[in-house]
Nanobody, 139 residues
Framework: EVEVVESGGGLVQPGGSLRLSCKAS????????VGWLRHAPGKGLEWLSG????????VYADSIKDRFRLTKDNSENILYLQMNNLQPEDTAMYYC????????????????????????????????WGQGTQVTVSS
């Protein structure tokens, strides 16, 4: 089965850190753009960061660029999102999305396009999405 699987979420105190993982299953990320988005209660999807796997071109949303960082493991086909100095407003369901990279579509445009969906899509028309991993920041 082709899918992406997120893990690493949990409960953390303000100021703490978490590392989320996005693993490809049944395929490899070689020709893909891979990104992280989150969905907080009462809000729409928010794109956070994306990477073009082949050359590691990376983009970050302004809201998190000083605190979050992407890294990857090529051998395991895992994209990591390192999140530091977490705050209560970071509480959300975090999703990983992967889609075939299209050279004519810049990473930021792809991320904003899937953000506009508003919620995690069903099916694979907008790439492969995981089921999400919950991050809760609370004291």
């Amino acid at each position: 089965e082709v899918e992406v699987v997120e893990s690493g979420g949990g409960l953390v105190q303000p100021g703490g850190s978490l590392r989320l993982s996005c693993k490809a299953s049944g395929f490899t990320f070689d020709d893909y753009a891979v990104g992280w988005l989150r969905h907080a209660p009462g809000k729409g999807l928010e794109w956070l960061s994306g990477m073009r796997w082949s050359d590691e071109t990376t983009v970050y949303a302004d809201s998190i660029k000083d605190r979050f960082r992407l890294t990857k493991d090529n051998s395991e086909n895992i994209l990591y999102l390192q999140m530091n100095n977490l705050q209560p407003e970071d509480t959300a369901m975090y999703y990983c999305a992967a889609d075939k990279f299209k050279p004519q579509v810049p990473l930021t445009r792809w991320m904003t396009a899937i953000q506009a969906l508003g919620t995690r899509p069903v099916g694979s028309a907008f790439g492969y999405w995981g089921q999400g991993t919950q991050v809760t920041v609370s004291s």
